[in-house]
Structures are given as structure tokens and as C-alpha cells.
């Protein structure tokens, strides 16, 4: 079936009005038609080309909210009418240990929502800035918040499960110290669950301007890292740092902060690599550095619903498609409070 779609040719051109093709839903295929669909940086380094490998044309979109429009014969979860969720993932092996354990993020053969292999036309997948998409049942999320904030639930479908998952996995909760570093789009979901989580947070961010909106976010504390002195004041005072930084930066001054044993887990992903870290940061307090990529499956699932249960969402800012070239340029300057997402049925 032929839909329209949002995407780039290049990746120095813009994007632009494109039609792309979806396949018929096959056996255990939901067919979504998509509301809303968030704006992730990722999308930005795929599209232009920051990463290796983008293939063209490129229909970014990974963060998607709709209502089920068909189903195979064979799915048994959804029915016609669900509200549902496509985040990150659209296929994976289903046999690897990774799998297995509902770690469908780290299957090497994990199938990413755009840019991934397929056998449908034209050879990649093809994202969310589009009216629908057709997706394996396995893949496909339960929206239980209620329809009237379903703009706002789509970033919790990349936003959202990807700074969970580092939070469950490293157990924050009360009790615990921890710092947010970068407040976009993934920071400041971050501040919002560690604090559901029951920690105490203190925000990081290079923006004055984003000083009483950290606070009103939740955060206890905001640090605008530039401020050394501002800094100095909170050596060794966290247990876990969260950075979601989409660019490369000093990370020295942040292994300063954690204490004996802490961590410090990166999620965001710049094209080129970080300056640091020094050696000593890390040896002289037995400190961490580590990597966490999306969620899994059911663990999205869990976040999903850990969110209806606290009411917790996005704050967004809603596009038409046509806004997104410039909504990609407000978000290298920092300029958006926290989410873009794209009102899709702009695109008929
Ligand atoms: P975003 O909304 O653009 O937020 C990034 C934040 O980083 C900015 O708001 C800014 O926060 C801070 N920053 C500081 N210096 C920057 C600079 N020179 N350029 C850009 N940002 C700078 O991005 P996002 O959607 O949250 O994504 C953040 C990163 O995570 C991206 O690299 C993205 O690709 C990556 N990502 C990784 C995963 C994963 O699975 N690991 C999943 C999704 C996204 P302040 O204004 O507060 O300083
Ligand atoms: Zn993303």
C-alpha cells in the first residue's frame, strides 16, 4: 500500500515529501496507523549522515503512537482499534540468547525501525514520519495512558526506554545520588523517572536558560556545567550519572562527581568520540564508565506502563511535517522544551 512520508534523499539535503510503499500485513503483522511520532536525535545523526551506513531515501521516526488499522491472522495480541507504540525495533533473530532474555536491543541482528534490512521495498526499513507502518506482532507496544495524551506517550518510545533501562539496570532508586547530564529529549526523561524512581537528582546542562525549567522538571538541582565553581560543589556527591549528551565533550569533570564505585553510563551517541576519559578518574576511586543502548521488548513494555502508572509523559512541542527541517535546526541549538513530535496526519 502506498503512504505518505516525511524523508531525505541525501544527506545534505533536506527532507522532504516522499511516497513510500508498506507491505500487506502478513500473518502476525500489525498495520498502525500512526498519530504522532517524536523526534530523536538519533534521527538527525542517521539522516544527515553523522553515523556510518545511512541508506537512501531515509524516512527517520522511531518514536511512533497510532491506533492497529489490521491484523494478520495470526496475531493473537491486538485487535483493530488498540492504541499501540513502535519505539526503536521492528525485527530481531527471536533464537539468540539476547532474545531470549527479552534483550531484543542486543541481538546482533536486531532490525532497527529505519535504515535496517528488510525484504520489503527498497531494501531498508522505513520510519515513523509516515501515515502507517506494518510491524511483527513481537515488536509492537500497549499504550495504556489515556488517548488524550497520546502526543505526548510517543518520546517515551525511544526517549523513554532508553534512559529506564540504564535506571533499572544500574538499580537507582532511593537513597541514591543521581546526575542528569544533558537535558533534550532523552536528559529530561531522565530527571522524570529517576525521580519516580525515587532518587534524588541533580540536572547538568550547558543552557542558563534551562536552569528553572530542570526544576520544574523535577530535578532537585541544577548544575549549568560550564560554572566550575558550581561543579567543584558537587565532587564525589553521586552514585550514577546518566549522560545523554549528543556530542562529543570532556568527561573528566563529570568522573569528579561520582563517588567511590560510582558510575557513569553514556547514552548519547556523537559521531566522533569523546576527548577523555583520563585514567586516574577512574582508578583512583574504582569508578565506571559504561554503554546502554534502547531497551528490550518487554522491558519497554514495563516502562510504558511504570509511566501510565505515574502519570509521567513527554513535555513536547507539536509540528506539522513541514516544520521538521527547522525543528532539526532548534534542536542542534538546544532550542526545544524537551520534544518535538510530529502530528503525522499532517502529512495527508
Ligand atoms: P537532544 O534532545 O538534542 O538533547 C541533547 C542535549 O545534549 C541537548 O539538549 C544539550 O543539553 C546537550 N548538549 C550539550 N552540548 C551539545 C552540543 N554541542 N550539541 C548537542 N547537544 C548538546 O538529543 P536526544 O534526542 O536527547 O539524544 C541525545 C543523544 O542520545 C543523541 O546523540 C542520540 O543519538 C542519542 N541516543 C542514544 C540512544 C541509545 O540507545 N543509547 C537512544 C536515543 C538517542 P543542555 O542544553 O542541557 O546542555
Ligand atoms: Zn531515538
Known amino acids: 500500500m502506498n503512504v505518505k512520508a516525511y524523508g531525505a534523499h541525501a544527506g545534505q539535503a533536506p527532507l522532504q515529501p516522499l511516497d513510500i510503499t508498506r507491505r500487506t500485513p502478513g500473518a502476525h503483522d500489525v498495520q498502525i496507523d500512526i498519530a504522532f511520532c517524536g523526534v530523536c536525535h538519533s534521527d538527525i545523526h542517521q539522516v544527515r549522515s553523522e553515523w556510518a551506513g545511512t541508506l537512501y531515501p531515509c524516512v527517520p521516526g522511531h518514536e511512533i503512537v497510532g491506533r492497529v488499522s489490521a491484523v494478520g491472522p495470526g496475531v493473537l495480541g491486538f ?35 529505519y535504515n535496517g534490512p528488510t525484504p520489503d521495498a ?13 510491524v511483527h506482532e513481537r515488536y509492537v507496544l500497549r499504550v495504556r495512558h489515556a488517548e488524550s495524551d497520546l502526543a505526548a506517550v510517543a518520546p517515551l518510545l525511544c526517549a523513554g526506554i532508553t534512559t529506564y533501562s540504564p535506571l533499572r539496570h544500574w538499580k537507582v532508586g532511593p537513597g541514591h545520588q543521581v546526575g542528569v547530564v544533558g537535558i533534550g529529549g532523552l536528559g529530561h526523561m531522565g530527571i522524570k523517572l529517576a525521580k519516580a524512581m525515587g532518587a534524588r537528582v541533580v540536572a547538568f546542562t550547558t543552557s542558563e536558560s534551562k536552569r528553572a525549567a530542570a526544576r ?7 548544575v549549568v556545567s560550564r560554572h566550575v565553581d558550581e561543579m567543584a560543589a558537587h565532587a564525589q556527591s553521586l552514585d550514577f550519572i546518566l549522560n545523554t549528551v549528543a556530542a562529543p565533550h570532556d568527561l573528566d569533570p563529570f568522573f569528579a562527581l561520582l563517588k567511590r564505585d560510582g558510575v557513569m553510563t553514556l547514552v548519547g551517541a556523537p559521531a566522533t568520540p569523546h576527548p577523555s576519559p583520563g585514567v586516574f578518574n577512574l582508578i583512583t576511586k574504582r569508578r565506571s564508565l559504561a554503554g546502554s543502548m534502547i531497551g528490550g521488548i518487554p522491558e519497554t513494555q514495563e516502562m510504558l506502563d511504570f509511566c501510565a502508572q505515574h502519570g509521567i509523559v513527554a513535555d513536547i ?3 506539522r511535517a513541514d516544520q521538521i527541517n527547522d525543528a532539526y535546526e532548534r534542536m542542534i541549538r538546544g532550542d526545544v522544551k524537551y520534544r518535538f513530535v510530529i502530528d503525522t496526519r499532517t502529512l495527508a
Do not use: F, R, W
Not at 530481531?92 to 531484543?104: F, I, M, P, Q, V
Not at 531498508?124 to 506494518?134: A, R, W
Not at 520544574?216 to 541544577?222: M, S
Open 79 to 113: 485487535q483493530v482499534g488498540d492504541l499501540v507504540g513502535v519505539g526503536c525495533i521492528v525485527d530481531s533473530c527471536k533464537t539468540c540468547a539476547d532474545c531470549h532474555d527479552g534483550l531484543e536491543n542486543y541481538c546482533d541482528h536486531m532490525v532497527g525501525t
Open 122 to 134: 527498497p531494501g531498508h526499513t522505513l520510519g515513523g514520519y509516515s501515515q502507517k507502518i506494518v
Open 216 to 222: 520544574a522538571l523535577g530535578a532537585d538541582e541544577v
Open 317 to 319: 512541542e507539536m509540528i
